[in-house]
């Protein structure tokens, strides 16, 4: 069996973690895959940009975009189906 994802380490998890370590991952988001007897844990970076500044930036491409070269793509698109 396999499990994977991503987590915030409680302070419980903390316990288990090496003490040089244990400062600088306090309430760390990490992404975990464990399977048989093997558990592999990484401390992910925080995202570069919210949400919100994605969601902004594309608005801002959009309005590059027109309506036709939009419908041109689409049907490139749907014809390589």
Request: hydrophobic content about 35%.
């Amino acid at each position: 069996m396999t499990a994977s994802g991503t987590t915030k380490l409680t302070p419980s998890a903390l316990k288990f973690l090496p003490p040089e370590l244990r400062k600088r991952w306090k309430d760390a988001r990490v992404y975990y895959s464990a399977s048989g007897d093997t558990l592999f844990v990484k401390k992910t970076r925080p995202p570069k940009q919210t949400y919100a500044e994605a969601v902004a930036q594309f608005r801002k491409l959009g309005k590059l975009i027109k309506k036709r070269e939009l419908q041109e793509a689409i049907a490139r698109a749907r014809a390589k189906r």
